[in-house]
């Protein structure tokens, strides 16, 4: 019997060889994330009004004609970044109310998350204040700054409604939420570094409302 000889084998490592493209909706994603970092950047260095069009694309390193492309204009860029810090906050308070096991532990979480230390960071704060102060001028930054404050209510009085009739807990939720407003606005303009301060009194205060309410400091009614 005569031996046939096999083909050579192909050679498994050339695929791999080639670069690896990013497929077009990833590498729009990754370019609309750079130009959200680059007004941030220069909204932190200097200041909302100064912050062009011109100045953003120089920082990304991109044709003034991109930021148009991918928003519209500088108010639609400016409302992206918005809707990206205010995203965010929500990913991070999910992550926390995941491994809160009580009502108290969930309030905690939504504190922790909205005067947590990177809020407090130099960069972040100062465009957060930069856009709070556009809020009363423009319908757009009310838009995505009132569906932010009903998502922090909306935490809060889903915790709550674990010992709470449902009015009731809404009406504390919506306190502790201006409580945490309140309290951020005062660190950022006073220097609380990393707002240590600010987590500890609105924890007190909830303490004492849970108290004032029957409620044992963990979550669960005393009654």
Known sequence: MVAVP????KPAAAASKRPVKL?????????RRQLIDAT??????????????????????????????YFGDKDGLLEATLRHLARELSRMAAARLRD???????????IDTNL?????????GTVWLAFWAQVPHSPRFARVQRAYQ??????LASALRLLLMPE?????????AGMIDGLWLRATLT????GRRARAVAGAFVDTQFMLLGVGIRGDSTT
Do not use: Y
């Open 150 to 155: 009903r998502r922090i209510a909306a935490n």
């Open 116 to 124: 947590g230390a990177s809020q407090f960071e130099r960069r972040i």
């Open 40 to 69: 941030i950047a220069a909204i932190a260095e200097v200041g909302f009004n100064a912050t062009t069009i011109a100045e953003i694309a120089r920082r990304a390193g991109v044709s003034t004609g991109l930021v148009s492309f």
């Open 6 to 9: 096999l083909p050579p084998p």
């Open 23 to 31: 497929r077009r909706v990833d590498a729009e994603d990754v370019r």
């Open 191 to 194: 220097g609380d570094p990393d």
């Open 168 to 176: 009731p807990a809404r009406s504390l939720a919506e306190t502790i």
């Open 100 to 110: 809160a096991t009580t009502a108290r532990a969930r309030v905690q979480a939504v």
